[in-house]
């Protein structure tokens, strides 16, 4: 039982390290919405982002066959997953730029970002097109993890769990604080890059980007501090 713990934990890290893109994502999306509907978007969200992992571990023979080469292009090996990792990348890329120039430009009503109201079904469909990119890229990295199936979906329905608890409070930080928005949506384009970058079989440690974005996240808390201090 502790053989099967100690790579269990490691993947519902793993897992919940990835899912923060996801709970990112959603969240900025949801704040397009009216109050009352911003929580169904985020748990509609990551329940479909649940259903999604737990139907492509049941058809894991069809997931690894996505590693195989389909054409070769330039010298360079596609496969179904680097296809799907590049448009997801780029996907994300327009997303945010667009979200970064939404909330950039100023409004002639009090200088205020301009806010764009859009359906619920729209941005459903947005959170889902990003749920299956994050899917396919987080059950292949669980099967080089794991073997067992039953980690895998135990590690799965824990990461939801988890991302149902930190999605509200992660909503709302990034709703408050404009600047941690901007920050945010920065990540995601940077996470869009280096899906790009996986796709053409170019690999930037996740780590190199969570580390970089943690450390622009620490200096904008202690520039936050420090106008606080000075206003008082």
Known sequence: MIDALIPLLSLIALEVIL????????????????????????????????VMRLCLLAVISW???????????????FSGKGLILIG??????????????????????GGLPVTHVKSFGKLLTEVIILDLVFSIDSIITAVGMVQELWIMYTAVIVTVVIMLIASKPI?????KHPS?????????????????????????????????????????????????????
């Open 88 to 109: 997801g990348g780029l996907f994300l890329i327009y997303k945010s730029t667009k979200e970064i120039y939404h909330n950039t430009e100023v409004a002639s009503n």
């Open 171 to 175: 909503s709302e930080f990034i709703r």
């Open 63 to 77: 997931i690894l066959k996505l590693d195989q080469t389909l054409f070769t292009l330039f010298d360079i090996e």
């Open 180 to 232: 941690f928005k901007i920050l945010a949506l920065c990540f995601l384009m940077m996470i869009g890059l280096a899906l790009i970058a996986e796709g053409f079989h170019f690999q930037i440690p996740k780590g190199y980007i969570y580390f970089s974005m943690g450390f622009a996240f620490l200096v904008d808390i202690i520039q936050m501090k420090v106008i606080k201090n000075k206003v008082a």
């Open 19 to 50: 899912g923060m893109d996801n709970i990112i994502f959603i969240s900025i999306l949801a704040d397009k919405l009216p109050e009352e509907n911003r929580n169904k978007l985020r748990y509609w969200g990551i329940g479909l982002a649940m």
